[in-house]
């Protein structure tokens, strides 16, 4: 069984860096990419970052330019640095890994930007 821990999440102001982590364990023999999503109150859940287990990566819109998603594969960890914050990136942040035939959710950590 594989488990998703994520962390680094918290209270930043605008224009502030946060930097999250999610790292997973158990029996992994090969990962096909990894995510990283956010729903903010009464709105959906959205893709912020995708990695591809080749390095391709894709952004959301209202994130290019502003965050890098990236992996050490040694580690099964995915991170997202998270530059010049905006009020609106507040959110609920979740990793997702893909596996063979298997995708697993983090349980998510939140993401407060204000003043």
């Known amino acids: 069984q594989v488990q998703l821990v994520e962390s680094g999440g918290g209270l930043v102001q605008p224009g502030g860096s946060l930097r999250l982590s999610c790292a997973a364990s158990?029996?992994?023999?090969?990962?096909?990419?990894m995510g990283w999503y956010r729903q903010a109150p009464g709105k959906e859940r959205e893709l912020v970052a995708t990695?591809?287990?080749?390095?391709?990566?894709n952004y959301a819109d209202s994130v290019q330019g502003r965050f890098t998603i990236s992996r050490v594969n040694a580690k099964n960890t995915v991170y997202l640095q998270m530059n010049s914050l905006k009020p609106e990136d507040t959110a609920v942040y979740y990793c997702?890994?893909?596996?063979?035939?298997?995708?697993?959710w983090g349980q998510g950590t939140q993401v407060t930007v204000s003043s």
């Open positions: 997702k890994i893909y596996l063979p035939g298997f995708t697993q």
């Open positions: 990695i591809t287990s080749g390095g391709y990566t």
């Open positions: 158990g029996v992994i023999v090969s990962i096909n990419g």
